[in-house]
């Protein structure tokens, strides 16, 4: 993630907007897991390597 690069864990932790980017990014991921699961079952099914389920919980 472009987000934290290059930071210490120090420097991420004094700034806020760099972590709710991050925030906002693994909200997104998510999202979009979900959505696959959801609407392209088979799609999930051919990469179950994915960890899909392991993204939304």
């Known amino acids: 993630m ?3 690069e290059g930071l210490s864990k120090e ?3 004094e700034d806020r ?3 709710q980017a991050v925030v906002m ?3 997104i991921i998510g999202e979009v897991s979900t ?3 959801d609407q392209h079952p088979d ?3 051919r990469h179950s390597h ?3 389920t ?3 919980t």
Do not use: G
Request: charged residues 15%; glycine residues 0%; aromatic residues 12%.
């Open 2 to 4: 472009t987000f934290v």
């Open 50 to 52: 994915i960890p899909c």
């Open 11 to 13: 420097e991420f932790l």
């Open 25 to 27: 990014s693994l909200i």
């Open 17 to 19: 907007r760099t972590q």
């Open 35 to 37: 959505k696959i699961m």
């Open 54 to 56: 392991e993204c939304i």
């Open 43 to 45: 799609f999930a099914a």
